[in-house]
Nanobody
């Protein structure tokens, strides 16, 4: 099982920046796609950005041009640089990873979620 630990959330003024980090650890032989999702109060969890093991990225339209996702494969860590933050970016941000491991001698794919980190954008 893979554990994901997020850090970097907090309170920031509109127009400010934050950088989230998510480190993966545990039993796996490869981590495939990693990504960030967010959930605001009373709303469904939504995709923010994803990055494949090869570095291909995908962003929600609402964050394009403001957020940048990156990863360090050697450290099994994914980052989310958030600039020009807006009050509507306020949410709990969750890290997700798709990974491959071996179960009963056979390869198997799983997904894992982090515990979430609060991002609040307010003056």
């Amino acid at each position: 099982q893979v554990q994901l630990v997020e850090s970097g959330g907090g309170l920031v003024q509109p127009g400010g920046s934050l950088r989230l980090s998510c480190a993966a650890s545990g039993s796996m032989f490869s981590i495939n796609a990693m990504g960030w999702y967010r959930q605001a109060p009373g709303k469904q969890r939504e995709l923010v950005a994803t990055v494949t093991s090869g570095g291909s990225t995908n962003y929600a339209d609402s964050v394009k041009g403001r957020f940048t996702i990156s990863r360090d494969n050697a450290k099994n860590t994914v980052y989310l640089q958030m600039n020009s933050l807006k009050p509507e970016d306020t949410a709990v941000y969750y890290c997700h990873a798709d990974y491959s491991t071996v179960v009963a001698g056979l390869p198997a794919d799983f997904g894992s979620w982090g515990q979430g980190t609060q991002v609040t954008v307010s003056s």
